[in-house]
């Protein structure tokens, strides 16, 4: 599989470190700002900045190359239009395994939420001082995944919350890679669902998953969807495969 990386920082490098250990997988060009792709490549990797993204999705169509886009913060309303079937694009604001189990999970903390009004589901993530967008991509994730299984929490915000708002809380301090946190705060308990990154490498491994798991798939995708396949059987029969308890 040939490949293309845009973007020569944290994530972009570390994913190209990956390329070592894939036998089957060839880097042919990495390109930071104001530099031109190379060679053909079956997928690009885009882990550059947001503003940088249109184009690369431009460059994608006009030259018939699938992308996979790990860059957070920007938003295409258009995007399915724009890629109109021609290339195969996933979308992952979070390239972890983990943290596709945790979206679902929110759901079904939402859901839970949803049954009693005194329980507040939140979200709190915490970035190294670099990152430059807030609320994280992940948090938005996991806050659409809250809010769908909760409906009476209609939107998220950064700032104190109305009744019908999910409060996100952002801190970008020292040298943190991301840590997410979903709970639910009631007057008798807590629940709360914590996911920390201890290598960037978790994120590399995930980008390359999902370049493989795009070939020769078109429109757009997420990276949810790679996920649920590893995912879905672990739902399986939860509730009605019979358990002994323990007293
Ligand atoms: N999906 C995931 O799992 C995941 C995980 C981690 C991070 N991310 C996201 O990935 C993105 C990159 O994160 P990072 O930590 O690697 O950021 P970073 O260290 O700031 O790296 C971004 C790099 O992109 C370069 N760049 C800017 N414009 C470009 C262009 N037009 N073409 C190619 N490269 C360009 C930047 O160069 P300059 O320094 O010259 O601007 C910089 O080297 C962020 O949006 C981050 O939120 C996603």
Same mark, same amino acid.
């Given at each position: 599989m040939k490949v293309g990386i845009f973007g020569r920082g944290r994530l972009g490098t570390t994913i190209a470190h990956e390329f070592g250990q894939a036998p089957n997988w060839e880097l042919l060009w990495h390109v930071d700002r104001g530099e031109d792709p190379g060679a053909k490549?079956?997928?690009?990797?885009?882990?550059s900045v947001s503003n940088a993204v249109p184009s690369h999705l431009d460059w994608a169509v006009a030259t018939s190359t699938d992308l996979v886009i790990g860059t957070t913060g920007w938003t295409l309303p258009n995007l399915a239009a724009q890629i109109n079937g021609h290339i195969g694009v996933l979308v992952a604001p979070n390239?972890?395994?983990? #943290?596709? *189990?945790?979206?679902?999970?929110? +759901?079904?903390?939402?859901?839970?939420? =949803?049954?009693?009004?005194? @329980?507040?589901?939140?979200?709190?993530?915490?970035?190294?001082r670099a990152k430059m967008d807030a609320p994280s991509g992940t948090a938005k994730r996991l806050a659409a995944a809250v809010i769908e299984g909760c409906p009476r929490k209609t939107k998220w915000t950064l700032g104190s919350p109305g009744a019908n708002e999910l409060n996100i809380a952002v801190l970008r301090a020292g040298s943190e890679f991301g840590m997410h946190? #979903?709970? *639910?705060?009631?007057?008798?308990? +807590?629940?709360?669902?914590?996911?920390? =990154?201890?290598?960037?490498? @978790?994120?590399?491994?995930?980008a390359l998953r999902a370049a493989a798991w795009l070939r020769g798939r078109k429109g757009l995708h997420t990276f949810d969807e790679v996920a649920a396949e590893?995912?879905?059987?672990?739902?399986?029969?939860?509730?009605?495969?019979?358990?002994?308890?323990?007293?």
């Open positions: 490549v079956d997928v690009a990797i885009d882990a390239f972890s395994l983990s #943290v596709a *189990l945790m979206a679902r999970l929110s +759901t079904v903390l939402g859901r839970f939420a =949803a049954l009693d009004e005194t @329980l507040d589901p939140y979200l709190l993530e915490h970035h190294h946190t #979903v709970g *639910l705060d009631g007057p008798a308990e +807590t629940l709360s669902v914590v996911h920390q =990154a201890r290598s960037r490498a @978790l994120f590399a491994q995930g590893v995912l879905a059987p672990l739902f399986d029969s939860l509730f009605s495969t019979p358990s002994t308890p323990e007293l």
